[in-house]
């Protein structure tokens, strides 16, 4: 789940820019479109929501089951899935910021 909620917020944040481009080149229906931006935005916020819920459930069952690989494995692990976590939690406020922007602009 934590995956494909990730994959729906990289979706939404598609869908966004592409109805914003649609909506540049047709200004008669861009109302319209900013109408359905603006669900998908909120449909991107309940996906980051999914994303830190199962991603909070990832990590409380992941200290029940210890050591995997070993001690110096899992030891270089952890610190990859931090760095790899906190380039992705800038991702997603980059892109939700910048869906924002093409919204709400």
């Given at each position: 789940?934590?995956?494909?909620?990730?994959g729906c917020w990289?979706?939404?944040?598609?869908?966004?820019?592409?109805?914003?481009?649609?909506?540049?080149?047709?200004?008669?229906?861009?109302?319209?479109?900013?109408?359905?931006?603006?669900?998908?935005?909120?449909?991107?916020?309940?996906?980051?929501?999914?994303?830190?819920?199962?991603?909070?459930?990832?990590?409380?069952?992941?200290?029940?089951?210890?050591?995997?690989?070993?001690?110096?494995?899992?030891?270089?692990?952890?610190?990859?899935?931090?760095?790899?976590?906190?380039?992705?939690?800038?991702?997603?406020?980059?892109?939700?910021?910048?869906?924002?922007?093409?919204?709400?602009?």
């Amino acid at each position: 789940m934590h995956d494909f909620a990730t994959g729906c917020w990289a979706a939404t944040v598609f869908f966004v820019y592409w109805l914003e481009k649609i909506g540049s080149d047709l200004p008669d229906i861009q109302p319209l479109l900013k109408g359905i931006q603006k669900r998908f935005f909120f449909i991107s916020l309940i996906c980051i929501g999914v994303v830190f819920l199962t991603g909070f459930g990832r990590t409380v069952t992941y200290a029940y089951i210890g050591e995997v690989y070993g001690k110096e494995s899992e030891s270089l692990r952890k610190k990859m899935l931090i760095y790899k976590h906190i380039f992705l939690i800038g991702l997603f406020a980059l892109g939700t910021y910048w869906e924002y922007l093409m919204i709400y602009k």
